[in-house]
């Protein structure tokens, strides 16, 4: 008479394989759902597709050009076309999303850089301050834009993940399901940026406006992955023939927090000037025109980013720099 010891131990392998099979299509679907369907997903895809042609048109018209990487502060601050009609600067803005996490911001720009273009790196103080393992939005959208390679095996710098755990961020997170469900009960958009708002150099505006408050906060210390990362950068560029330098992007900050910030930014300047020159920006990255800016304290409206760029165009053209002196001087509040 078989016992039921046995029945037990027959069955535990066949339950144990259903299960791992559950888990197996519920990754899958979850998976699928990102790469496919995900509106934020598919709003980064289609995003893709105007950076790279006009960095391909550019190339083709001009030869060198200038390359503006960094997040959102980049992507809503810095217009291409007035760089290249105004100020005769041929430029592509392949800034994307802040929660791309810096590392994929970086290897995500670098398949467009060619020899004799100009880097301008704008990276907001808080990617390079914070830990740089990529966030689960920059796993999704590498794997949707066919380059796992920028998370499990980057060009430059330390942030690579492990397959297991660049496949696991393909998962919807709990939050983005949540709000997903609030906005379809309230028939509200699905994201809030449209792909018909972005111009053709990758630049963006936002008819949103919401309550600004700032300045953008950060430490003030680079991390070891960052310099690892910076490191990397300024010898790839080397190697590629690629001019580097640094921009400090703006943040709204009310007149009375301006001494403050700015002298965070001077030591955080401090820092990035060791890898490569820095944008003299006598604002030191505060601004405190309220008016300029429209949903976030990083994002300029059109008359922000017009003073914006046309600032980063003179600073490009004349070749302002900040000295090592000048930012030690001002990073002791002189």
């Not at 709204?252 to 020159?277: E, K």
């Amino acid at each position: 008479m078989p016992s039921s010891t046995l029945h037990s131990e027959g069955g535990i392998p066949k339950r144990a394989a259903q299960l791992v099979l559950v888990a197996v299509l519920a990754w899958a679907a979850g998976a699928f759902y990102t790469l496919q369907l995900n509106p934020e997903v598919r709003y980064f895809k289609g995003t893709d597709q105007i950076k790279r042609a006009w960095a391909q048109k550019l190339t083709h018209e001009y030869g060198a050009k200038i390359v503006l990487c960094g997040g959102s502060s980049c992507e809503f601050s810095l217009d291409g076309e007035r760089l290249l009609q105004r100020h005769g600067l041929p430029a592509v803005n392949l800034g994307r999303g802040a929660g791309f996490g810096a590392s994929v911001l970086v290897q995500a720009a670098l398949p467009a850089v060619r020899p004799g273009d100009t880097l301008v790196l704008a990276l907001e103080p808080g990617l390079l301050t914070e830990p740089l393992e990529p966030p689960a939005l920059g796993v999704q959208v590498s794997f949707a834009l066919g380059h796992p390679e920028w998370v499990v095996a980057p060009r430059v710098g330390q942030a690579a993940l492990p397959w297991p755990s660049a496949l696991l961020a393909l998962r919807p997170g709990a939050y983005h399901v949540f709000t997903l469900v609030g906005k379809l009960l309230r028939g509200r958009p699905l994201y809030r940026y449209k792909l018909s708002d972005m111009r053709p150099s990758g630049f963006n505006q936002t008819p949103v406006r919401l309550p600004i408050t700032g300045p953008a906060g950060h430490t003030g210390r680079l991390v070891p992955e960052a310099h690892r990362l910076l490191a990397d950068l300024r010898d790839w560029c080397r190697t590629n023939q690629v001019r580097l330098v640094y921009s400090l992007p703006w943040s709204y900050t009310p007149p009375s927090a301006v001494p403050g910030y700015q002298q965070l930014n001077a030591r955080f300047l401090l820092q990035i000037i060791d890898y490569m020159p820095v944008l003299r920006d006598p604002r030191l990255g505060a601004c405190t025109v309220l008016e300029w800016f429209a949903d976030t304290g990083y994002h300029l409206n059109a008359e922000g980013s017009a003073q914006r760029t046309d600032e980063l165009a003179e600073q490009l053209k004349q070749g302002r720099v900040w000295t090592r002196d000048e930012l030690a001087q001002l990073a002791q509040g002189g």
